[in-house]
């Protein structure tokens, strides 16, 4: 059985591959076929992936496509924070009859 990616490329165990739906990164650990859709399970997170939605990459792409919970932390929370001010700063922007 022949896999493919979403681009044509092999798809085989060992392979490294980004899921283009959240950029999540990882090696296949199984392939499987399974209601006329072939399937890749990611070994680092245990999720499997349709081969239409993923792409081939070189282990050594990994980092430029691994993201940093850490970031994704940081970043929610200065959005959140950013949204807060914005909504304080509306809220102060009405006039006496309610419009703005």
């Known amino acids: 059985m022949e896999a493919c990616d979403i681009r044509g490329e092999t ?5 490294y591959a980004r899921y ?21 399970k990611f070994n680092e997170n245990s999720l499997w992936y349709s081969l239409d939605t993923i792409e081939v990459i070189n282990k050594d792409d990994i980092k430029k496509y691994a993201h940093d919970d850490k970031d994704r932390v940081e970043k929610v929370k200065d959005l959140k924070n ?17 419009a703005g």
């Open 11 to 15: 798809v085989s165990i060992g392979s």
């Open 20 to 40: 283009g739906g959240t950029g999540t990164v990882g090696q296949v650990s199984d392939i499987k076929i399974e209601n006329n859709s072939t399937w890749a």
């Open 82 to 98: 950013n949204v807060k001010e914005d909504a304080v700063a509306n809220a102060m922007d009405v006039d006496a009859c309610g």
